[in-house]
């Protein structure tokens, strides 16, 4: 409760174990932004790292299997109360953030207790379900199309694996290969298309449930979120919507129509749902990388650059989202500039200017004239929709 309570991130490093009680602690790792306007999940294992579940268990002593009676209760008491803990883990949800997902929550209940008997967190699709980043990973070398067929199958996947499936799958390979691999049929295609540094890729038609239509999968990304030393206080979700197709192909029903559903997802995705946590591509050799740490004290950035006080603020179709006293630092960095505003939480809105093109935490962004007669520069993350502005006091 302390540790959801607080904006703690919780992190396994390569080569720990976190078990039992460790990992219930684990998950309240969380980062709130801003005035509470917006909480993220901050909870990070690392490539080596052993994360395990178990369901409570009765721990008794007696004397050749012979348990007196008020002991044995009173061993029943202490294992249904910690079951209704977990229970009400799953149960807290936070402006979308959940303590504990129902899949999780699952397999916390269904895997016998005891000191040697655990639900181990071994598989992207284990994290994907869990909503549990992976750190310390460099998916650089995975062809493009392949990244966006991975990040869409995962979301679909997160969207559709449902708590009534849970226990008829014997693995998490067997409900990916059954759920998406047996029924792609040979009408799936997967599409590029390249601006720059950005890519826009699409998949599909994947199964919706319905007669009507089918679904597509449109995925956003820059080619640095996939290789770049994460940032555990930046915004580094990659952009993925949901769409209807009409048509057998996705080339037949070019127009992508209404969204059905908006998602931002971590680079975590861009793995295949089944791949084994062994097998990830790592960014290093395990505990090279600093993992992730607090954010800074709040008003007090590091830096050499120009730095101005002033007021930060965030609003979409017109609707203020947040609005608090910031800083703001701007840095030239060879033939680009970087433009940090520091929120009093500690967290950062990082803008990046470079040959024409601007970036908004790493988005595609461009600059708009909504406030300027207010004295504020003002930019739109085309990801988000969101528009940032800052006003000098």
């Known amino acids: ?31 709130q932004v801003g005035t509470d306007v917006v909480r993220l999940y901050r909870r990070w294992v690392w490539p080596g790292a052993r994360l395990g579940f178990h369901r409570p268990y009765l721990d008794i002593a007696g004397k050749d ?56 967190v071994d598989t992207v699709g284990d994290l994907v379900m869990s909503d549990i980043d992976l750190y310390g990973i460099d998916l650089g070398g995975i062809p493009q199309a392949e990244l966006v067929r991975n990040i869409c199958d995962n979301a679909h996947m997160r969207a559709n694996f449902s708590n009534k499936q849970y226990g008829a799958y014997k693995s998490i390979r067997e409900a990916y290969k059954e759920l998406i691999l047996d029924g792609r049929d040979e009408g799936f295609d997967v599409t590029l298309k390249r601006d720059g540094d950005y890519v826009t890729g699409r998949a599909g038609p994947y199964f919706s449930g319905t007669k009507y239509y089918q679904l597509g999968c449109e995925v956003q990304f820059s080619r640095g979120d996939f290789t770049r030393e994460r940032d555990p206080r930046g915004d580094d979700g990659i952009s993925v919507s949901i769409f209807p197709v009409y048509a057998a192909t996705l080339a037949e029903d070019k127009e992508k129509r209404e969204t059905l559903r ?132």
């Open 1 to 31: 409760e302390k540790i959801w309570a607080g904006s703690i991130f919780t992190v396994v490093k390569p080569g720990a174990n976190c078990l039992s009680a460790c990992a219930l602690a684990f998950l309240g790792g969380n980062w």
């Open 65 to 120: 299997g012979v348990y007196e009676a008020e002991v044995v209760a009173d061993a029943f008491d202490h294992a249904m109360l910690s079951a209704l803990k977990i229970y009400e883990m799953n149960q807290t949800i936070d402006r979308l953030v959940t303590g504990m997902p129902d899949y999780l929550y699952y397999k916390v209940l269904a895997t016998k207790g005891g000191p040697s008997s655990f639900h181990f």
């Open 262 to 393: 908006s998602l931002q997802v971590n680079p975590l995705y861009g793995l295949r749902f089944d791949m084994s946590l062994d097998a990830v591509p790592r960014a290093g050799a395990p505990g090279q990388k600093p993992a992730p740490q607090q954010p800074a004290t709040p008003g007090t950035p590091a830096t050499t650059g120009q730095v101005a006080r002033g007021t930060c603020e965030v609003s979409k179709q017109q609707e203020v989202l947040d609005k608090e006293l910031c800083t703001r630092v701007e840095e030239a960095q060879d033939a680009r500039t970087v433009v940090s505003y520091v929120w009093p939480s500690g967290g950062k809105t990082v803008l990046v200017e470079e040959s024409g093109s601007v970036t908004l935490n790493g988005k595609l962004a461009v600059r708009t004239q909504s406030r300027s007669s207010d004295g504020g520069e003002c930019v739109l993350n085309t990801g988000s929709g969101n528009i940032f502005c800052f006003f000098p006091l």
